[in-house]
C-alpha cells in the first residue's frame, strides 16, 4: 500500500539560493520591470542622500554634520544593500550584515544627535543639572511604573552612550563571526537544532538590540519636549520606522519562510523566495522613508534657546512677530 504521506518536492526547493546569471534568466517582462523599478529607486535614494549630505556638510556645524549624516544614510543604506541582495540571492547573508551593521551605529548616532542638539555633553548637562530622568520605558522597563526617576548624571550620559555603543560593535562582531561560520558551513539561519551557531547568535544579537534602544529611548523621553522646534519627534519616527521595517519585518517574512507559509517557486525556496520578498518590500520602504526624511533634515533650524528664561524671550518674540501686521493693518 502506497504511504499517503509521501509528496513529490521540486528539488529546487531544496537547493541553494540561485545565481545571480539563473535570477536574470528566470525573468520574464514583468520581473524585468519590476526588477528595473526597485533598481532605479535604489539608486535615486542613493543620490538623493548624496545631495543631502552635500547640503548638511555646507549648512550645519561640526560635529552636528557628520552625525546627522550617518542617520539619514540608513534608509539609502539599506535600500542599497537589498538591491544588490535581489540580484544577487546568494549573497543576501553578506547584505543583510552591512545593512545591520550599518544601523546599529546609527542607533548611537541617534542618541549622540538628542544631546548635540543642546549643545554638546556640557551644555546638555548644566541645561538639565539636578532634573530626574524617567527611566520606566520601552524596549525594556515599559511596565514597570514603580522604578524611581533618575538624577541626571555625567556618569549616566557614560553609561547610556555605552549602552548603545555595544550595540554598534557587538553586532557588527557577531555579523562578521556569523559570516565566517557560513562561508565554512556552520551557519545556516534555517538550523534551529541546539548545536546550530545560529540558535545562539540570534538570541545574543536580539539582547544586545533590546539594551542599545532603551537609552535611547530614556533620553528621547525626557527631552522631545524641548526638541519641539526642530522637528525631532518626526525624525524619531523615521528612525523608529527603519527600526522596525529592517528588525522586525524581515525577522517576520524569515519566520514565515520557515514555517513554509511562503511557498517554494522554483529556481527559489521558500526561504530564498522569502529573502526576495523582504529585499523588494525594503527597497519601495526605505525610498519612502528617504525621501520624507530629506524634508525634515534638509533646512536650517534656530538653536535650541539656552534656558526657560530665553524659551520665554523666544516666544514673546514671536508673539511680537504675529501681532505685528495686524498693527500696521
Request: net charge neutral; proline share 7%.
Amino acid at each position: 500500500m502506497e504511504d499517503e504521506h509521501n509528496v513529490t518536492v521540486d528539488p529546487a526547493c531544496l537547493q541553494e539560493p540561485p545565481l545571480a546569471i539563473d535570477v536574470i534568466k528566470e525573468l520574464g517582462v514583468f520581473g524585468i520591470g519590476l526588477f528595473s523599478m526597485l533598481t532605479l529607486m535604489s539608486l535615486m535614494s542613493l543620490l538623493l542622500y548624496l545631495e543631502q549630505c552635500v547640503y548638511i556638510y555646507r549648512k550645519l556645524p561640526y560635529p552636528k554634520k557628520t552625525t546627522i549624516m550617518w542617520i539619514n544614510g540608513a534608509a539609502p543604506a539599506i535600500a542599497t544593500m537589498s538591491c544588490f541582495g535581489m540580484w544577487i540571492p546568494r549573497a543576501v547573508l553578506i547584505t543583510d550584515m552591512v545593512s545591520n551593521s550599518y544601523f546599529a551605529v546609527v542607533v548611537y548616532k541617534v542618541l549622540v544627535l538628542l544631546i548635540e542638539e543642546f549643545g554638546g555633553t556640557d551644555a546638555f548637562l548644566k541645561r538639565y543639572s539636578g532634573e530626574m530622568f524617567i527611566i520606566n520605558t520601552g524596549p525594556c522597563c515599559c511596565c514597570c511604573p514603580c522604578l524611581p526617576r533618575v538624577p541626571l548624571t555625567r556618569r549616566m550620559i557614560f553609561w547610556m552612550k555605552l549602552g548603545t555603543l555595544q550595540y554598534a560593535i557587538l553586532k557588527t562582531a557577531m555579523s562578521i563571526l556569523s559570516v565566517i561560520l557560513w562561508t565554512n558551513g556552520n551557519f545556516d539561519p534555517s538550523d534551529l537544532d541546539v548545536t546550530s551557531p545560529s540558535i545562539w547568535i540570534n538570541p545574543f544579537v536580539g539582547v544586545l538590540t533590546i539594551m542599545s534602544l532603551w537609552p535611547v529611548a530614556i533620553m528621547f523621553m525626557n527631552t522631545n519636549s524641548k526638541l519641539r522646534s526642530i522637528r525631532m519627534i518626526p525624525k524619531y519616527a523615521m528612525y523608529q520606522l527603519v527600526l522596525v521595517l529592517s528588525q522586525l519585518q524581515t525577522s517576520i517574512i524569515n519566520i514565515l519562510a520557515l514555517n513554509g507559509t511562503i511557498p517554494c517557486s522554483p529556481p527559489f525556496s521558500s526561504q530564498a523566495r522569502g529573502a526576495m520578498l523582504s529585499q523588494q518590500m525594503m527597497i519601495c520602504e526605505m525610498f519612502i522613508i528617504t525621501v520624507v526624511t530629506r524634508f525634515f533634515y534638509r533646512r536650517t533650524y534656530a538653536p535650541l534657546p539656552r534656558d526657560e528664561q530665553d524659551d520665554n524671550q523666544q516666544n514673546h518674540q514671536i508673539c511680537l512677530q504675529d501681532a505685528k501686521p495686524d498693527q500696521e493693518v
